[in-house]
């Protein structure tokens, strides 16, 4: 059993960056495939970033370049680094834990989730 937790959002201009972060419990965390969802208002959830194997990654076109996942087993968390946002990035973002390891970019895949937190970019 994992718990999520995510912390860091908050309302930000256009073109500048947050950093969320999500403490998970559990004894097993490195073992997780971790993953970042986003949910904007009258939308479906979409893929955002995951993170397995230690150091594996991969992010949504809309995103690359721009966001980096990161995780810290030591401390069981695990970050999203957004810079240059843009508007279109408003959304409810959720950390997501896959007791399989592998690309996940669906949200069926996962087994675990926090409660969100809310980014909303302003122009």
């Known amino acids: 059993q994992v718990q999520l937790l995510e912390s860091g959002g908050g309302l930000v201009q256009a073109g500048g960056s947050l950093r969320l972060s999500c403490a998970a419990s559990?004894?097993?965390?490195?073992?997780?495939?971790m993953g970042w969802f986003r949910q904007a208002p009258g939308k479906e959830r979409e893929f955002v970033a995951v993170?397995?194997?230690?150091?594996?990654?991969s992010y949504a076109d809309s995103v690359k370049g721009r966001f980096t996942i990161s995780r810290d087993n030591g401390k069981s968390m695990v970050y999203l680094q957004m810079n240059a946002l843009q508007l279109e990035d408003t959304a409810v973002y959720y950390c997501?834990?896959?007791?399989?390891?592998?690309?996940?970019?669906?949200?069926?895949?996962?087994?675990?989730w926090g409660p969100g937190t809310q980014v909303t970019v302003s122009s």
């Open positions: 559990g004894r097993t965390f490195s073992r997780y495939t």
């Open positions: 997501a834990a896959a007791t399989g390891i592998g690309a996940y970019t669906l949200a069926y895949q996962y087994n675990y």
């Open positions: 993170t397995w194997s230690g150091t594996w990654t």
